[in-house]
């Protein structure tokens, strides 16, 4: 690590407080971060599905050992501040969300988002006091740390069926008084619903791209004040699409034509 955790952490924070929108680019391993190193990006994220794909595995179903592993390495792969999708904290309890903070800025993270999603089909989004405790027990473990670590609050309402605006502009407003430097609900629907998003909470908005239809473009969330555009799966959906189309071509024709636009990926990966 030839720049430091505090100076990463600091360089993180800039981009949330500079004019405009930027995109952090989510990767999935050491190899993923280089390359969107080397073609300029000017942070990074992990995505819970795709790290939960390169182990064979569905978005959730990763542990807090192996994500902080995946975490670990992905750091150290470049000079980049790292924020995490840290899922619901890897528990229930405040006290979980509190420790998967603290052990994923040991691996390297300067930030993370905590979500209010359970993994329980049931009931699908924790009880609002519930939530909001969670996400105060992440702040209060981020502001425990010698650096800035940003920490997003997340409401999955949408992400879930659940489109309820408000509710999820109340859940939002309350994350923001518990301390979250960022605030994110996924999916979305328009445009119109993401400036009312924004327009209701003082503190950075996070969009994520990778639905089609509704993955706008830069001008288009700046415009409507979104300051952070992460990619979610979309990147690694990309790749391995890719990747199917390739081995379909061998697999049904036997031909070999996808070898013409192959990218020099080895210069990314000198450090």
């Known amino acids: 690590m030839t720049i430091s955790q505090a100076d990463r952490a600091r360089a993180f924070r800039s981009l949330h407080e500079r004019p405009g929108a930027f995109v952090i680019a989510n990767v999935w391993d050491a190899g993923s971060a280089r390359i969107m190193a080397g073609l300029g990006f000017e942070a990074l994220a992990t995505s819970s599905g795709a790290s939960a794909n390169t182990l064979g595995r569905l978005d959730g179903k990763v542990t807090l050992d192996e994500a902080v592993s995946q975490i670990r390495s992905i ?3 470049t000079d980049l501040p790292l924020s995490g999708d840290l899922e619901k904290g890897f528990g229930d309890s ?7 903070i603290r052990l994923a800025a040991e691996a390297g993270l300067v930030g993370g988002s905590i979500e209010d999603a359970t993994g329980d089909r049931a009931k699908p989004i924790f009880d609002f006091e519930l939530a909001v405790d969670r996400v105060a027990a992440a702040v209060a473990a981020a502001r425990s740390l010698p650096f800035p670590f940003t920490l997003t609050g997340r409401c999955e309402n949408f992400l879930h069926g659940i489109a309820d605006l408000d509710d999820t502009i109340r859940r939002l407003q309350a994350y923001e008084k518990a301390g979250a430097d960022v605030l994110f609900a996924p999916l979305l629907p328009d445009l119109a619903t993401v400036k009312a998003v924004c327009s209701a909470v003082s503190k950075p908005v996070n969009f994520m791209v990778g639905v089609p239809g509704k993955s706008f473009s830069k001008a288009q969330l700046e415009a409507v004040g979104v300051k952070r555009i992460s990619l979610a799966t ?9 990747l199917i189309h390739a081995a379909n071509e061998i697999r049904e024709s036997g031909t070999f034509g996808y070898v013409e636009g192959l990218q020099d990926i080895n210069r990314f990966m000198k450090r």
């Open 75 to 77: 750091a150290g792969a």
């Open 94 to 100: 405040p006290e979980a969300a509190a420790k998967t």
């Open 234 to 242: 979309s990147l690694y959906r990309a790749a391995m699409s890719g």
